[in-house]
């Protein structure tokens, strides 16, 4: 048997006499299933182009909340190609018009930026 300190910010400190050995087996056990029961950030990705139809915004539209329902985060982005690049204003309006339309399901976490090619915008879903 061992005197081991349970708390020692506690005032007066908290000590008791038990099996080392099997203190340190129970506190990792512990640590084990508080990990196992943390949730894991699931982050789904929807791509779009500059010049995205009506049909196709839609359909990605379902998706996005679809996933955002699940509880994922999204990553909505524009994918510039080539000479498309001139289009930034396009996919900026387009990426603020998606999240206009899911501001019910999530809020937005960073609004739309460019990154080299692309223009990424991060939305969480709400907490219910």
């Known amino acids: 048997m061992d005197l081991v300190e349970i708390s020692p910010n506690a005032e007066p400190p908290v000590a008791k006499i038990l099996d080392y050995k099997k203190f340190i087996y129970e506190q990792k056990k512990r640590e084990k299933a508080m990990k196992a029961n943390a949730s894991k950030v699931v982050i789904k990705e929807i791509r779009f182009g500059p010049n995205t139809d009506d049909h196709d915004y839609e359909f990605k539209r379902k998706h996005a909340e679809k996933f955002l329902k699940e509880g994922a985060k999204l990553k909505a ?12 204003d396009q ?13 019910e399901l999530g809020k937005v976490e960073q609004m739309p930026k460019m990154e080299g090619k692309r223009m990424n915008m991060f939305i969480a879903p709400k907490k219910k």
């Open 77 to 88: 982005y524009v994918f510039f190609k080539g000479r498309s690049i001139i289009y930034k």
């Open 91 to 103: 996919g900026e309006i387009l990426l603020l018009r998606l999240a206009q339309d899911l501001e």
